[in-house]
């Protein structure tokens, strides 16, 4: 019987610290109002130190199984979208693992920019669908304050950090992911990049002085690429689901600007009430802002069971994906019983135990081994 992939369960997570427009107006040159009116964010969060992709993506999908009311141990793959890594190896998503105790999951990290959530779910879709797996972890986690140049006006004011995660699990009924489309213009990978810190201009004093560790972008070119991307490959997944537009009941695109979603809405001809924006509270959080404003959208109660939504990103690359997917899921606070946190906050303690008990043996191993060679 043909497998299909449900999301079952979900969850985000924001830094605490928030840097408003009033506090970058201190930075650069700019202002409140400049940023609202044609980008439409207000503020955005900032990683603490000691955060970064990882732990973020981790804190995310902690609470997705618990909505799930799954144990890590049942994990079958874990996939981490995002441009910002911990470190150029190992993936986030092998931290990840091991910070969930995921101790069968197989794990890695998937680069394809802003549309890198969706392209997990793609994935996802094929492992569950060729019976590979049974359930896979899809996180978009992103830290691009990082990699952000306070210093440049033009790119200062977009970014945020945060992650979000969906739990997806194989089931017979037909629902969940119904249809994908990705796509990718490498022509365009100019457009937006991170010069240097890669194999072809790897870190030098002097591309860190030219600061070439920070996002460049070309902010008119990404947008009329955007406008285009999102919409064409709205109409196509739409057709490919056998759907109309008009039965969907919530499209979620990718937070980057108001002025894109708002230009991708009109050549949709969307109801005001089918498009979810939530950019205004936390900026361009890049592979993350789909699943965070997934989980806005089910925690406003927007979202119900039967529900057809509309994921669609964009990205660096540049790339563009969409997805549409049939809500399968309860939604509400009555699906998360209180000793259900208590349960998973001690699986997050074993799996810190677990952890540490690796950690401890991989190093009196290297010691016995040190010790055989004196010998
Ligand atoms: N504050 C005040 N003025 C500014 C600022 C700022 N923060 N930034 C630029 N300006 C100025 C410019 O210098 C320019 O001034 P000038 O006319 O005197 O030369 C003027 O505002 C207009 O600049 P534009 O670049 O034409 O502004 P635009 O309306 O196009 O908005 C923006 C720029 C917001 C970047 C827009 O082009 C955009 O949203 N592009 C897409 C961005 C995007 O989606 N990126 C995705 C990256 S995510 C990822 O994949 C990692």
Redesign the pocket.
Known sequence: MKKYAQIVGWGMYAPQRILTNHD?EKM????DE??RR??GIGERHICAPGEATASMATRAARAALEVADLSPSKLDLIIVAT?TPDYQFPSAASIVQDALGASHAAAFDLNA???GFVYGLYVALGMIGAELYRNVMVIGS?T?SRITDFQD???????GDGAGAVLLTATDQPTGVLSCVLGSDGSGAEA?LVPAGGSRHPATVETVQNRQHF?R?N?????RF?VKAMADGARQVVQMAGLQIEDIKLVIP?Q??I??MEAAAKALKLRPDQLYCNVERYG?T?AATIPIALCEALAEGRIKPGDYLLLVG????L?WAAAVVQWGAPVGAASTPWWRSVLHDLRGREAAVRSLTLRTRRRLDSLRGADGRAD
């Open positions: 970058l650069v040159d700019t202002s400049w940023i044609r980008v441009v920019g802003c549309a992103d691009l006006r033009s790119t200062a004011v977009l970014f937006l996002i972008m902010g008119a070119e990404v947008y955007a990718h980057a600007n002025r894109i361009n890049s964009f990205g660096a690359g790339t």
